[in-house]
């Protein structure tokens, strides 16, 4: 057995958010394929948990979405 690697793993393509509880530091990122969808979960996490948007992952790249915050 080899060691294990240190190269960060590459997001896959889609909209990703993060979302934690309320006064937390510990949070997870949530994909999801399309934009609607993305929106719909933004929707349904903000009731009780705090939401980031991330942005867009293309190719391992994150790109901002304008229009969505």
């Known amino acids: 057995m080899g060691r294990p690697s ?6 896959r393509d889609g909209f990703y958010i ?5 006064n937390q530091r510990t ?9 609607e969808q993305l929106i719909l979960a933004i ?5 009780n948990k705090e939401v980031t948007v991330l942005g ?3 190719k391992g790249k994150m790109i901002e979405i304008p229009g969505v915050s």
């Open 18 to 22: 993060e979302v934690r509880n309320k």
């Open 43 to 47: 929707e349904e996490y903000r009731k």
């Open 27 to 35: 949070a997870i990122k949530i994909r999801r394929d399309t934009k």
């Open 56 to 58: 867009e992952s293309k």
């Open 6 to 11: 240190t190269k960060p793993k590459d997001l």
